[in-house]
């Protein structure tokens, strides 16, 4: 079982469409959770990220955590052409002793969204 | 954010050689990171690199293979050795530090190294 999974799609949507990009993660620890876009040919950015279980928004996109059933999702609304890129889930690791988390992330495969006019 | 350099930006190699990648961040940071992306895939962990210790492998990946330097807090080296067709990939170094506009730890990305090897 993949630590991280996403479907990878593509997921195609229509201008000015809801995009919903989904995520489930298998180490029940786990402590932060992030989402990036990366266009094509360039690195990943950070677009979102969530901590506590619930809904997180952040203009046009909400991230929404639900730890009990270790499922993360990201919801883009008004989708627009400039929003086509694979947007990758990134799982934070467990903090350690000390209470401070050291940083690493496991990424999902990621998820291709086009959106079309 | 945090502005890093990666350099070469791409290379074509024969096989059984060695290349190394250097990364270079505009402020010092404790944390640095080495990823592999290939073609249509994700970004795979290959080791984390403090400076002043010696860099921690993600399983699956050996220091004979792919050995890390980190001299000091704003630069590292990644470099793949002996390489094969299957080593042909994105090579990405990250930083993680606070960002200003999350208020959170995150990484941020190099623009990476594009490696074919023939």
């Known amino acids: 079982q993949k630590e991280v999974e996403q479907n990878s799609g593509p997921l195609s949507v229509p201008e000015g469409a809801i995009a919903s990009l989904n995520c489930t993660y298998s180490?029940?620890?786990?402590?932060?959770f992030f989402w990036y876009r990366q266009y094509s040919g360039k690195s990943p950015e950070l677009i979102m990220f969530?901590?506590?279980?619930g809904d997180k928004e952040d203009g046009r996109f909400t991230a929404q955590l639900n730890k009990a059933s270790q499922y993360v999702s990201l919801l883009i609304r008004d989708s627009q052409p400039s929003d086509s890129a694979t947007y990758l889930c990134?799982?934070?690791?467990?903090?350690?002793?000390?209470?401070?988390?050291?940083?690493?992330?496991?990424f999902g495969q990621g998820t291709i969204l086009t959106v079309h006019p | 954010s945090a502005v890093i350099s990666q350099k070469p930006s791409r290379d074509i190699c024969q096989r059984g050689t060695s290349l190394t990648i250097q990364c270079q961040v505009d402020s010092q940071v404790t944390m640095m990171f080495w990823y592999r992306q290939q073609p249509g895939q994700s970004l795979t962990l290959i080791a984390t690199?403090?400076?002043?210790?010696?860099?921690?492998?993600e399983s699956g990946f050996v220091i004979d293979k792919f050995p890390i330097s980190r001299p000091n807090l704003t630069f590292s080296t990644l470099t793949v050795s002996n390489m094969s067709p299957e080593d042909s990939s994105i090579y990405l170094c990250s930083v993680s530090r606070t960002s200003g506009r999350f208020g959170t730890d995150t990484q941020y990305f190099g623009p990476g190294t594009r490696l074919t090897v023939l």
């Open positions: 990134a799982v934070g690791a467990r903090s350690n002793a000390g209470g401070t988390s050291y940083g690493k992330l496991t």
């Open positions: 969530i901590y506590s279980n």
């Open positions: 180490d029940r620890g786990s402590q932060s």
């Open positions: 690199a403090n400076q002043g210790s010696e860099a921690t492998y």
